[in-house]
């Protein structure tokens, strides 16, 4: 049964939150009330003769015509008990709504939603708020919109001990890899392999461990002349030729790099296919360049000190240092037994013996009166 009454009052409110059609000039009509459990009659025309009525249908029937086709479907699921029940709410619902103090408080309550709707449309959005920069802040955009400083409350350290503080992290940090991470590496080591003979090229990468640095892009490409695979002697000549200032005559090594491109690839590949243009170049038995001279004046000459070959430590040396410094000790050893050592202590020891005992104190004579000036008497210095 209370499904029948909760399904009454959807009805009750569907007929309430109807939209009211705009009034016009209607003809006029018999009473006709919105939730009726009659059918109402009107004349369409009043001079015209009434057609006969058919008979009324029972006060049942016209209670369930008069439904929605969705709650008719649900008032003819219900028992004859329920149905009664049904129709004495509905009845009920329909005298309260016909009543006059509703009409006026539907009225009031409308009034209300479209006055708070007509506020909130009027209020605008956000109200702009302006901030007053402060110390740390004057004279800059405040991006961030900080406003005023923060009250110190001695609650923080300074931002000088922060980055103290931050880069005692970052050192904890490292030592954490260093103790769980790195030895993990070794799984990884790989014996080395020195590069074959058909691969001259030595590339030089630079890095700054993840970190983003316009000097990453460059490479650095060197390589002997001479580990050139099919080049001949005047081939090999005439390549230095053209490699010019990049030739380093004193350990036969040409060095280029490039960075003009973005990534270490794309200058990779231009070291790469530069060097393969020289030779073919360097190949090319129409010109040799044999009238140009093999020009060195860009390079400065490094001298190479190399050790002495008579200082080098042998076997034969060695003996012969060890007789050397025996020999000079038994000298010495003679030299003592025979009394010609001189001994510095010794030596004094005898000079202060024979020196003459002086008890007598020489007394500095007194400096001359009548000085001038600002000049001061000092007192006579005793000497001993």
Not at 38 to 51: A, F, I, S, W
Not at 108 to 134: C, M, N, W, Y
Not at 338 to 343: D, F, H, L, P
Not at 360 to 372: D, I, T, W, Y
Request: proline share 7%; glycine share 4%; aromatic share 8%.
């Amino acid at each position: 049964m209370a499904t029948a009454v909760k399904r009454l009052g959807f009805s009750a409110l569907s007929c309430t939150f109807r939209t009211i059609p705009q009034r016009r000039a209607l003809p006029p009509i018999t009473p006709f009330r919105s939730f009726t459990t009659t059918l109402g009659y009107r004349d369409e025309d009043e001079n015209e003769d009434r057609p006969s009525r058919p008979s009324r249908p029972s006060p049942r029937a016209t209670f369930a015509a008069s439904l929605h086709p969705d709650d008719k479907a649900f008032y003819d699921s219900l028992s004859p008990e329920d149905r009664r029940e049904f129709e004495g709410n509905a009845r009920e619902l329909e005298d309260f709504m016909a009543s006059s103090g509703v009409e006026s408080e539907l009225s009031a309550e409308v009034s209300q939603a479209a006055h708070s709707v007509a506020t909130e449309l009027d209020e605008p959005d956000s109200i702009e708020k302006r901030f007053k920069p402060g110390f740390m802040s004057m004279g800059e955009e405040d991006e961030l919109e900080q406003a005023e400083d923060d009250v110190w409350e001695n609650d923080d350290i300074s931002s000088l001990a922060h980055g103290e503080l931050e880069q005692h992290r970052e050192l904890r940090e490292y030592a954490r890899i260093t103790a769980w991470e790195m030895p993990l590496l070794s799984k990884l080591a790989k014996p080395f392999e020195p590069p074959p003979a058909d691969a001259p090229l030595r590339f030089r990468y630079t890095t700054y461990m993840g970190e983003t640095h316009p000097a990453s892009r460059k490479i650095v490409l060197e390589f002997c002349t001479r580990d050139l695979p099919d080049l001949t002697e005047p081939q090999r000549i005439k390549f230095i030729k053209l490699a010019g200032v990049r030739y380093n005559p004193q350990t036969d090594i040409v060095k280029m790099s490039s960075e003009m491109f973005a990534t270490q690839a794309q200058n990779k590949r231009y070291l790469g296919d530069l060097v393969d243009t020289l030779i073919v170049e360097a190949k090319h038995t129409e010109d040799m360049y044999e009238d140009i001279p093999l020009d060195f004046r860009h390079h400065k000459w490094k001298r190479k000190l190399e050790f002495p070959e008579h200082w080098k430590m042998t076997e034969q040396r060695r003996k012969q240092l060890e007789a050397d410094r025996a020999k000079k000790a038994g000298e010495e050893r003679d030299r003592i037994e025979s009394g010609a050592m001189v001994e510095g202590v010794k030596l004094i020891e005898d000079m202060l013996k024979s020196a003459p005992v002086v008890d007598e104190r020489h007394v500095l004579p007194e400096p001359q009166s009548g000085l001038k000036g600002k000049a001061k008497r000092k007192r006579p210095k005793r000497l001993v």
